[in-house]
């Protein structure tokens, strides 16, 4: 499969959604910390969800896309080239992705490497590919 996303293009999708969820989160503490929740705790499992269902709910009902990788033009897939289900897309984001931060961010940079496929790919049987 020649038409995989390399690294560099992945970290700018990546960076552009980290952006727009600032953003979003930035609102919700705005709106919602200083009246209800002092502590912060209240926000930051608001903002928790929010990023899952963003990166899991977008990706499988957008054609493997957020935003961000709608701008850069990838996508995710199955390694059979269909539509990634919410389950394995819920492994991929939650449990992939955490594993691929906990390893020094080891799992992330293997998207660099020959195969263009991070961690959190191999575990989901996932790739992720230029969008046509």
Same mark, same amino acid.
């Given at each position: 499969?020649?038409?995989?996303?390399?690294?560099?293009?992945?970290?700018?999708?990546?960076?552009?959604?980290?952006?727009?969820?600032?953003?979003?989160?930035?609102?919700? +503490?705005?709106?919602?910390? /200083?009246?209800?929740?002092?502590? %912060?705790?209240? *926000? &930051?499992? #608001?903002? =928790?969800? @929010? $990023?899952?269902?963003?990166?899991?709910?977008?990706?499988?009902?957008?054609?493997?896309?957020?935003?961000?990788?709608?701008?850069?033009?990838?996508?995710?897939?199955?390694?059979?080239?269909?539509?990634? +289900?919410?389950?394995?897309? /819920?492994?991929?984001?939650?449990? %992939?992705?955490? *594993? &691929?931060? #906990?390893? =020094?961010? @080891? $799992?992330?940079?293997?998207?660099?490497?020959?195969?263009?496929?991070?961690?959190?790919?191999?575990?989901?049987?996932?790739?992720?590919?230029?969008?046509?």
């Amino acid at each position: 499969m020649d038409n995989r996303a390399g690294f560099w293009i992945r970290f700018i999708a990546l960076l552009i959604d980290s952006i727009i969820l600032g953003i979003v989160e930035w609102i919700i +503490s705005a709106l919602l910390g /200083a009246i209800t929740d002092p502590e %912060g705790i209240l *926000i &930051s499992i #608001i903002n =928790l969800i @929010i $990023g899952i269902l963003y990166f899991v709910v977008f990706q499988t009902k957008y054609n493997g896309q957020t935003l961000g990788k709608k701008i850069t033009g990838i996508r995710v897939i199955n390694v059979d080239g269909g539509n990634v +289900s919410i389950g394995k897309m /819920a492994l991929r984001e939650i449990i %992939g992705k955490t *594993i &691929s931060a #906990i390893i =020094l961010l @080891i $799992g992330y940079l293997m998207a660099a490497g020959k195969a263009k496929r991070a961690l959190h790919d191999y575990l989901a049987k996932t790739v992720v590919v230029r969008a046509e």
